[in-house]
């Protein structure tokens, strides 16, 4: 029997995530559904897709305010800014598109251009996050990036005089980095004054070459030292550590993610997109086919074809992918929170918080659960006990 929710999860924000699957060449760490260009782009017929896409999707999300978007990739910012301009017009015809909405744009500096900015920021993106990486020229050879550190430069430089907010992509724990050199990386982009810096580790995904072949990387004691050190010059810079890899200005946090955190609705759009969906009786997953081509033709087809994956989330399933994303955040979440987003009381989820609580990994208070500081760095140790 279908379990009725008690909190309809309409009422949870919507956001909207479109998928760019091309990128100029794939980075040997990156497991995304990126595809390296190899010929021209079919950016109309992709702009065709997408607008059939959510005519289809209409339905499950009608009348609903959509509070922010993003246009990830691949490498979103091989996109001209006229296309750009025709996705967000789309988007704005046929959703309630906040006025206030956030609208985020991610570019790598390899495709820089000041005109370029400039036209995505006319279409009406005020975010643009920036996959900078290092600006280290020998760590990003050996990520495979095809920008090098004065392009990197000049593209943040570029962006933070047009937006209104940027985010600056740096990674650590990166071949052969010591300690120094990641502090480097980090004191450069606080010089350039971003909104908003995400720190991620770099980890080795299957199915990339880097898994198949592994660089020589920072032991795992070296690697903690360079989260400790971005925590600690980051706070001393006034950035606020939000959520595992976030760090921003107060105020400036990215809504987008947040949204995600704390098990809000997004409808996901385009090869490979993953969406998640709230209705009176049920939470459904929905992924797109990933293959460009395929996503193509199956959008256009009778019946349509473009959908890989529809799952139901079950009781244990809400459980788990709450807290695989609230936990996320440094802050943790009131209990409501989860009964609102989940349709559960608390008390579905009480196993795993006691256990999480037993081994130091979860403080509770009166209206938050949150990770301690040792649940924070051995994050994926508490997300187990939830499964």
């Known amino acids: 029997m279908t379990e009725i929710l008690f909190n309809p999860p309409p009422r949870a924000p919507l956001s ?18 990126s595809h390296a260009q190899r010929e021209e ?4 017929g992709y702009l065709d897709a997408l607008t059939r896409d959510l005519e289809l999707a209409l339905p499950d999300v009608w009348g609903r305010e959509v509070v922010s978007v993003f246009i990830g990739g691949g490498t979103p910012s091989l996109f001209s800014p006229e296309g750009i301009d025709r996705l967000l017009t789309t988007l704005r015809t046929l959703l309630r598109l906040s006025p ?94 971003p909104a908003h810096l995400s720190a991620y580790h770099l980890t080795l995904e299957p199915n990339t070459p880097f898994a ?52 809000g609705d997004y409808l996901g759009l385009g090869a490979g997109a993953h969406g998640k969906l709230s209705f009176h009786d049920r939470i459904q997953r929905q992924a797109r086919v990933k293959h460009p081509k395929a996503y193509l033709a199956g ?14 989330l079950e009781r244990g399933d809400r459980v788990f992918e709450f807290m695989m994303n609230a936990l996320r955040l440094n802050e943790g979440f009131d209990p409501r929170l989860f009964e609102a987003r989940t349709g559960l009381s608390i008390v579905a989820a009480e196993p ?27 994050l994926n140790e508490l997300l187990q006990v939830f499964l």
């Not at 995530?17 to 559904?33: A, L, M």
């Not at 990994?361 to 301690?372: D, F, G, Y």
């Open 41 to 44: 782009i079919p950016e109309a």
């Open 299 to 312: 959008v256009f087809a009778d019946p349509p074809a473009h959908i890989a994956e529809t799952r139901t």
């Open 100 to 193: 206030q909405a956030e609208i985020t744009l991610e570019a790598n500096p390899g495709t820089f251009e000041a005109a370029r900015f400039r036209g995505y920021r006319d279409a009406g993106v005020n975010r643009l996050s920036l996959g900078i990486q290092s600006f280290n020229p020998e760590h990003l050879r050996a990520l495979g990036r095809i920008h090098d550190q004065r392009e990197a430069r000049a593209a943040a430089e570029a962006a933070l005089g047009l937006f209104e907010s940027v985010n600056l992509d740096l990674m650590y724990a990166l071949p052969m980095q010591s300690l120094e050199q990641a502090r480097e990386d980090l004191e450069t982009a606080i010089r350039l004054g």
């Open 212 to 263: 198949a072949a592994p660089p020589p990387l920072p032991d795992d004691d070296l690697a903690a030292d360079m989260q400790v050190q971005a925590e600690d010059l980051l706070g001393a810079a006034g950035y606020e550590h939000y959520e595992t890899s976030a760090f921003a200005r107060p105020g400036r946090r990215c809504r987008h993610n947040l949204n995600y955190w704390t098990f």
């Open 16 to 33: 909207v995530y479109v998928h760019i699957p091309w990128c100029v060449r794939k980075c040997p760490y990156c497991d995304f559904n």
């Open 352 to 378: 795993g918080l006691a256990e999480a609580e037993r081994r130091g990994l979860l403080i509770r208070e009166l209206h938050a659960l949150r990770p301690s500081a040792t649940g924070r760095r051995f």
